[in-house]
């Protein structure tokens, strides 16, 4: 006998997950429109002045505007309902997002690297005026996105690459501004160049992480902030419960962690009333909201090799077999 149990908070959860998209489109949308009408006037100039740091800026600030256009596409994409064979609905557009944007910053970080070493070595003229006083626009323009994207969900690791960009781009603008400073004082233009080379370092660091985050998705792994040994010893410590195995923690797309697991009872329990007081535990103490809980019964302590019948998967359990006695070590 085994009781199959689900939980989850999906209508709370939905409509304010659809409020929370359409303030995040709001916002993105006017960090676009903020960084597009720059991006314009930043090519242009950065053609007149010769300058690898704002042309490398406008390139970035480019990715930055495809980076959002991304952003509220994958919103999009993530409100539809689960359907056919999206059982999940489109939510990990939102992290296929992520990941481009991601790998975005780390391609343009390598090109940038090889024409900021190009330039060390052979520095052309710079008009180190005109990167100044375009660089300090940009710096206004950029703090202004940044503002605007900072209101909108950055839990959403979709909404955060989008961030990334843009303040990665307001580092580069900073670095663009006292380089211009350099070469109007003492006329040193490979100051250009290496201020290229500062802003990459942080493109790197950002690229990394954005990767690093929507991999973890991608690969069904626990969320970092949920520890599986734990939470699978907290569940095997809840009253009547003998073993919790087959225990599965991952995210559909970010801030939205779901867990199943397999959950063995002493014969006298109640299953469905162990079921809930797990599935409260999970969700009051973790946040974890969608369960997928399958309860059985068993008359004994541990599981022998000789009653396989009657305790499923214990000779092949996915991962670590978590126990009372385990549990209150």
Known sequence: MSDHGHSHGHDHAGHSHGATADSDKRWLAGALAVIVVFLLGEVVVGLLAQSLALLSDAAHML?????????????????????????YGWKRAEILSAQANGLTLLG???????????????????????????????IAVNVLASWMISRANRTSLNVEGAYQHILNDLFAFIATAVAGLIIMLTGFTRADGIATLIVVVLMVKAGVSLVRASGRIFLEA???????????????????????????????????????????????????????????MLAEKHHIDHTVLQVDYTDHDECPDTDHEHIPHCQDAHGPVHRKTTASN
Request: no cysteine; aromatic share 4%; hydrophobic share 55%.
């Open 108 to 138: 343009l970080a390598a090109w940038l690297t090889y024409e900021a070493i190009r330039r060390l070595i052979d520095p052309p003229d710079v008009t180190g005026g005109l990167v100044l006083v375009t660089a300090l626009v940009g």
């Open 222 to 280: 626990a969320p970092a902030y949920l520890d599986p040994v734990e939470i699978g010893s907290e569940m095997a410590a809840v009253d009547s419960v003998i073993e919790v195995h087959d225990l599965h923690i991952w995210e559909i797309t970010s801030g939205t962690p779901s867990l199943s697991a397999h959950i063995l009872v002493a014969e006298n329990a109640d299953s469905h009333a162990v079921r809930a007081a797990v599935a409260t």
């Open 63 to 87: 990715t930055d505007a495809a980076s959002i256009v991304l952003a509220l596409w994958a919103i999009r994409l993530a409100a539809r309902p689960a359907a056919g064979r999206m059982t």
